[in-house]
């Protein structure tokens, strides 16, 4: 199983970034995929979710309006839209599979710097 978030980058207060998660290893129609955060020095924190099923999603409260998950499962892939950034979104952006054979799965990151 591996996950693999890119997309990141240096954008201006405002900008805009779309990351992406390709997934391999697993079905990714059959499960559930989350984006979370680590900014530094603080803990890491849920950014959004999608459901199988309909594919319907879940945002932090304080990021709702901003930013739009999606997927594909043709692709493989889950993306984050995210608008309107703001310097306290910078951080690391990581996807992850929760619970799958029993095992939680991290891709490694993508950083994601704001500047002001």
């Known amino acids: 199983v591996q996950l693999q978030a890119s997309g990141g980058g240096l954008v201006h207060t405002g900008g805009s970034l779309r990351l992406s998660c390709a997934a391999s290893g697993f079905t990714l129609e059959n499960y559930a995929i989350g984006w979370f955060r680590q900014a530094p020095g603080r803990a890491r924190e849920g950014v959004s979710c999608i459901s199988t099923s309909n594919s319907v999603t879940t945002y932090a409260d304080y990021l709702k309006g901003r930013i739009t998950m999606s997927r594909d499962n043709a692709k493989k892939t889950v993306y984050l839209q995210m608008n309107s950034l703001k310097p306290e979104d910078t951080a690391v952006y990581y996807c992850?599979?929760?619970?799958?054979?029993?095992?939680?799965?991290w891709g490694r990151g993508t950083l994601v710097t704001v500047s002001s």
């Open positions: 992850h599979l929760p619970n799958f054979r029993s095992h939680d799965y």
